[in-house]
């Protein structure tokens, strides 16, 4: 019954940082959503790249960052025409590569960076064998 994927849904300590991190890499915000509860508004961006679609959102209540150990969403990956060429940009960008670039067993070579909140951010190209 599922026919694609719809989003996929970060929980951010820090909205703003959340959204210049992802713009950074591409994405254009899309709606922006204020939603008041009880507790106080829970804040919504919208962000996309090429159909690609990421939901933000900063909670009203203080959160601890997700600890590494955690289960959930581990980590983004981003596939790329030239490695080399995405590892250049994302150091000009001033992100620093938290592992690779190296090659995996599935068949591509990888480098992984770190988001705003402790997410692994991945990119990788596949590798003709």
């Known amino acids: 019954m599922i026919t ?3 989003h996929i849904g970060l929980r951010t300590q820090n909205i703003a940082a959340a959204r210049e991190f992802y713009r950074s890499l591409g994405f254009e915000p ?5 939603i008041e509860e ?15 679609v990421l939901e ?11 600890a590494p150990q955690d289960s959930g ?17 994302i150091i000009s960008l001033g992100y620093p590569l938290v592992e690779g670039p190296c090659d995996h067993p ?3 070579r ?6 705003p909140d402790g997410e ?3 990119f990788l190209q596949p590798l003709n064998r």
């Open 4 to 6: 694609s994927l719809a």
């Open 30 to 34: 899309q709606r922006h959503i204020e």
């Open 38 to 52: 009880a507790r106080g508004t829970i804040v919504v961006q919208f962000m996309q790249i090429q159909g690609t």
């Open 56 to 66: 933000l959102y900063q909670l009203p209540w203080q959160t601890d960052a997700r």
């Open 73 to 89: 969403i581990d980590h983004l990956a981003w596939q790329v025409a030239d490695l080399p060429a995405a590892e250049r940009w």
């Open 106 to 108: 599935a068949g591509c």
């Open 110 to 115: 990888y480098f992984m960076i770190a988001g």
């Open 120 to 122: 692994r951010v991945e």
